[in-house]
């Protein structure tokens, strides 16, 4: 799920659902300043890579996360319960 959190782009507040697997693999590229999440909604376990473009920086952190149930995201995940949480990078 990636929810656009751009002010200035021209598809802001706009959700899309990617739906990937074994048959549809893909390689996936998240602009700064989008949110996104994911959900494993098959039965078997799930491979996902996170190629960031640089180091994380504890000391100055990039990226915010928010809870996958929060009210600033209008987006309901699956009723099986996710797990994660959002995420957008520093833009």
């Given at each position: 799920?990636?929810?656009?959190?751009?002010?200035?782009?021209?598809?802001y507040?706009?959700?899309?659902?990617?739906?990937?697997?074994?048959?549809?693999?893909?390689?996936?590229?998240?602009?700064?300043?989008?949110?996104?999440?994911?959900?494993?909604?098959?039965?078997?376990?799930?491979?996902?890579?996170?190629?960031?473009?640089?180091?994380?920086?504890?000391?100055?952190?990039?990226?915010?996360?928010?809870?996958?149930?929060?009210?600033?995201?209008?987006?309901?995940?699956?009723?099986?319960?996710?797990?994660?949480?959002?995420?957008?990078d520093a833009?």
């Amino acid at each position: 799920m990636l929810y656009d959190g751009r002010e200035e782009s021209s598809t802001y507040g706009m959700i899309n659902e990617i739906y990937l697997g074994d048959a549809r693999p893909a390689f996936v590229v998240i602009p700064i300043g989008v949110w996104h999440g994911l959900q494993n909604l098959g039965t078997e376990d799930a491979l996902v890579l996170n190629l960031p473009t640089q180091a994380y920086n504890y000391s100055g952190p990039d990226h915010w996360r928010l809870p996958f149930d929060t009210d600033e995201i209008p987006y309901k995940w699956a009723s099986r319960g996710a797990t994660t949480r959002l995420r957008s990078d520093a833009r």
